[in-house]
């Protein structure tokens, strides 16, 4: 069946250091992928849209790597602050597009000072 | 930027009620509509996709007569949760896209409706 993995475990880093966070799936071919965050108590935010036909995507201290062959994306937050912490959701679309969503279980990201 | 409202943000009832909630996109329209449900600490559960003007489409497991879907516009879908029990009690959260019907629109969320059934 189609899977979907973030580190459940929350991910703790200090201030001004980059954050690294990993959405691994099986048993899926997404035709994109997006991240979201998500805060305690409210819906969740669009941050970043990848297509399974590019590498990589940025949009200011925001990094979102994207390898289908490994069948994995990874989403970095250059020089973190505490502004940062909240859980991170990756979401993948169906094969051949679309707009329903599958989400993963989200990682909890804290900065300290 | 697009806005997607939602309302009630918490509602606390008894048992046996039905509870209705709205979710309104502010200065787009919407085809479709989602509707997600969240346990604590858990991901996004996808109940249903609301489509204006027709019948929604439920996922598996998900009852429709429980879930009662209503899309009568372009900018408003509600879910009604018929005869609530406290295994009902959720965060209900809608989403939406403005062009909807392309795909690889990111989605648009409300804040979400936390629903407490005594």
């Known amino acids: 069946s189609q899977k979907i993995e973030q580190n459940s475990e929350a991910l703790n880093i200090q201030e001004g250091k980059t954050a690294t966070l990993t959405c691994n799936y099986t048993n899926y071919s997404p035709a994109y992928l997006q991240w979201y965050r998500q805060d305690p108590g409210r819906g969740p935010v669009f941050l970043l849209l990848i297509r399974e036909n590019e590498k990589e995507k940025r949009k200011e201290r925001l990094k979102v790597t994207f390898d289908t062959t490994l069948k994995q994306s990874l989403f970095h937050i250059t020089a973190s602050q505490p502004a940062d912490s909240a859980t991170y959701l990756c979401a993948l679309a169906p094969e051949g597009g679309g707009n329903k969503l599958t989400f993963g279980t989200g990682t909890q990201l804290k900065v300290e000072l | 930027g697009a806005v997607v409202s939602q309302h009630p943000s918490r509602v606390i009832c008894k048992s046996g009620t039905s509870v209705k909630i709205e979710c309104r996109s502010l200065?787009?329209?919407?085809?479709?509509m989602f509707w997600y449900r969240q346990f604590p600490k858990k991901s996004l559960m996808l109940m249903a996709t609301?489509?204006?003007?027709?019948?929604?489409?439920?996922e598996q497991g998900v009852e429709k007569d429980k879930f009662l879907i209503n899309h009568a516009s372009l900018t408003l879908s509600t879910l009604t949760v018929t005869s609530a029990h406290p295994e009902d009690s959720s965060f209900y959260i809608c989403s939406a896209a403005p062009n909807g019907q392309y795909s690889n629109q990111p989605q648009h969320f409300g804040d979400g409706t936390r629903l407490s059934i005594l």
């Open positions: 200065d787009f329209q919407a085809t479709t």
């Open positions: 609301s489509n204006e003007g027709s019948k929604a489409t439920y």
